[in-house]
């Protein structure tokens, strides 16, 4: 565990967050609580994980919330909780509630007319089983190839794409392990400039480790404790770095416990 920033103090962090009347523990899910895998479908979290998020949100005292890339089917499928917690799936562009409340943000047409346009180039060039769809966005992913049949399918995609995007407005980004062309206007960022809005002046910290997330430490800005989840540090708008698994799981049983004694 790593500070990144010479102003930023663990400890204190935690004794805020102790005396504080709200607090918000906001998750990435791929490479944060789960680890990579070629398979998608069998990002299962890391031994541990599920136990201390129910204990979490059993302690009825922390607003918890999973934001990620994948749709929100797929988060709450894979990580299983006692009881779902809120969740914004394909980088803000979904949003379920704990109450079962599900939403999502209207596309413009033309928008949706490039994802299309984008998908059908995949399928048509037989990358069906390495296509990831979701609202807002579509994913291709290379896990698992080596890096010359990665870098010709990522040039391939991306002679085809730049065009669909440049026409209808759609962006791309990498992510580890693959690039997504998606609408713009929303992002990790959004839905933690959301949940902010909502718990007013509160200790608020968001685990992450990818590009992706990047968005979300900088709405943190200086209001809140950003954690870099990752086997290897990089430059990050991060206040902290953490290695997984042992080291995400140390940091959040010492959420669990601050919870327990400030009950």
């Known amino acids: 565990m790593e500070v990144l920033k010479p102003e930023f103090n663990l400890d204190i962090f ?13 998750l990435d899910y791929d490479g ?31 607003r918890l919330a999973i934001i990620s890339g994948r749709p929100v089917s797929e988060v709450t499928s ?7 917690p809120e969740t914004w799936g394909s980088h803000g562009w979904e949003r379920l509630l704990p109450d079962g409340e599900y939403l999502t943000f209207k596309l413009d047409i ?33 896990r698992g190839l080596n890096i010359a049949m990665a870098e010709k399918i990522k040039h391939s995609a991306l002679e085809i794409w730049n065009p669909i995007a440049k026409d209808s407005g759609l962006i791309i980004t990498e992510f580890n392990g693959g690039i997504e062309i998606k609408a713009p206007g929303r992002n990790k960022g959004t839905a933690v400039n959301t949940i902010k809005s ?21 709405a943190l800005g200086d209001t809140g404790l950003g954690v870099l989840v990752s086997e290897r ?29 400030s009950s």
């Open 14 to 26: 935690f004794s805020l967050m102790a005396t504080s009347k709200s607090r918000a523990l906001l």
């Open 32 to 62: 944060t609580l789960a680890p990579f895998r070629v398979d998608r479908a069998q990002a299962f979290p890391y031994p541990g994980i599920t136990d201390i998020l129910d204990r979490i949100i059993e302690a009825g005292n922390c």
């Open 78 to 84: 894979l990580l299983s909780l006692k009881r779902i």
């Open 110 to 142: 033309k928008m949706e007319n490039g994802l299309r346009q984008a998908h059908e180039w995949l399928i048509r060039n037989r990358h069906g089983d390495r296509i990831d769809i979701k609202h807002g966005c579509l994913a291709l992913h290379w």
């Open 198 to 218: 909502e718990i007013g002046s509160g200790v608020i910290a968001y685990l992450g480790d990818d590009l992706t997330d990047e968005d979300a430490f900088k």
């Open 233 to 261: 540090l990089r430059p990050s708008k991060a206040d902290l770095w953490l290695t997984p698994p042992d080291e995400l799981i140390i940091f959040l049983k010492r959420w669990l416990k601050t919870l327990s004694e």
